[in-house]
């Protein structure tokens, strides 16, 4: 059974980078694809990003320009780099699998990690 | 963007009885839409996909229908464990993005 973990600091303040590891055991990260996506206080969903098999990357454009998703397949990980981050960025960050053969419908989740931006 | 609207943000109901939360896309999605449900302290669990199918392991109760852009999850006599967020999401195209959740309170 695939089962995902997202680690990482807590806090981070505002105009520094928010660094995210996804442990994925069960299942190897070269296959399918793997995504972040958070939720922000009040609920609202946002699609990051993700990563391919291959390590090919697509993200949201609303954040592309400070965002980066890489992997490190000896270690069944993927990351998020999230920079210049705001009060805005304050959420809860998931990381999910694809489900294979349906792209785009996450059919395994993390159970989140709470990042809040302050100074 | 596809913006997703869904509707209503809170719902309470009590075992037995059937609710149904609707979800409507700013464009045609065709029937890419999925379904999710989160418990606290529990991970999102996909329930159903392709607007009605359902992924394995969800229970029968659990229905979605519609196509294009008005898409529907009914929940047939609700149990204690059915309550929790609801959330849709379209998987048309990029950015995927998701309606605004359903908190379902079991009376």
């Known amino acids: 059974e695939v089962q995902l973990q997202e680690s990482g600091p807590g806090l981070v303040k505002p105009s520094q980078s928010l660094s995210l590891t996804c442990s994925v055991t069960g299942y190897s990260i070269t296959s399918n694809y793997w995504g972040w996506i958070r939720k922000f206080p009040g609920n609202k969903m946002e699609w990051i990003g993700h990563?391919?098999?291959?390590?090919?990357?697509s993200y949201n454009p609303s954040l592309k320009s400070r965002i980066s998703i890489t992997r490190d397949t000896s270690k069944n990980q993927f990351f998020l780099q999230l920079n210049s981050v705001t009060t805005e960025d304050t959420a809860t960050y998931y990381c999910a699998r694809w489900r294979f053969g349906v792209p785009g419908v996450m059919d395994a989740w993390g159970q989140g990690a709470s990042v809040t931006v302050s100074s | 963007d596809v913006q997703m609207t869904q509707s209503p943000s809170y719902l309470a109901a009590s075992p037995g009885e059937s609710v149904s939360i609707s979800c409507k896309a700013s464009k045609s999605i065709s029937n890419y839409l999925a379904w999710y449900q989160q418990k606290p302290g529990e991970a999102y669990k996909l329930l159903i996909y392709s607007g009605s199918t359902l992924q394995s392991g969800t229970p029968s109760r659990f229905s979605g229908s519609g196509s294009g852009t008005d898409f529907t999850l009914t929940i047939r006599s609700l149990e204690p464990e059915d309550f929790g967020l609801y959330y849709c999401q379209q998987y048309y195209e990029k950015p995927l993005t998701f309606g605004s959740g359903t908190k379902l309170e079991i009376k």
């Open positions: 990563i391919s098999y291959s390590g090919s990357t």
